[in-house]
């Protein structure tokens, strides 16, 4: 590995170790054995690559749960969306869990403007990505789900690890969350009717 990849992995340590605000460049640069040159050189600066290093996390986790051939379900059913929260609820509270950094950004996300800039365009992507596991098919940048759907996804995802981590213990289930979704839909049909 070269500077670039070792930086970027000891910045991906430091991240779930100590979160955003408590990494300094000076333990990105002892995590990864480079030098605080690297960083400049390399990234721009430590808050780019703690960036970098976050979306990496966040495509790490959701690989582990998102495989869209292997979730059970058709695709657009119920049982694919409580497959894919069953994958967000069950990573929430796992040793090493990217979630909480999700809420650090949240609160903090107007004082790290070059965090925030990269992370935006990483949340639209992501709202693809749920799109795809859930529906079963990605759609590409320009298709106007991606500006619905999601939305709405991403929205629904970043309450549950907000409600988590407020209160873990009154935090849904994949279970609770597609059976209130089953309701609302029932809902909306019979008011259709």
């Known amino acids: 590995m070269g500077h670039r990849e070792d930086l970027l992995e000891g910045a991906k340590r430091c991240l779930l170790e100590k979160g955003f605000v408590r990494t300094t460049a000076r333990d990105i640069v002892k ?64 040793p090493g869990s990217i979630w909480h950094l999700s809420i650090e950004l949240v609160t903090m996300g107007d004082k790290m403007p070059v965090v925030r800039e990269q992370l935006a365009q990483a949340q639209h992507e992501a709202g693809r990505g749920f799109i795809g596991m859930v529906m079963g098919e990605e759609p590409p940048a320009d298709d106007p789900s991606v500006h619905t759907l999601g939305k709405l996804f991403s929205v629904l995802v970043l309450g549950l690890v907000a409600q988590h981590t407020f209160d873990a213990d009154y935090s849904p289930s994949a279970d609770e969350l597609t059976e209130g979704l089953r309701l609302l839909l029932d809902a909306m049909r019979a008011s259709q009717t």
């Open 31 to 94: 995590e990864s054995g480079t030098n605080l040159a690297s960083i400049g050189y390399h990234y721009g600066s430590k808050d780019a690559l703690l960036a970098q290093a976050y979306v990496a996390l966040a495509e790490g986790a959701s690989d582990d749960w998102s495989a869209v051939d292997e979730l059970p379900g058709a695709p657009g059913s119920l049982e694919r969306f409580r497959s894919v929260m069953a994958g967000i609820t069950d990573s929430l509270g796992k």
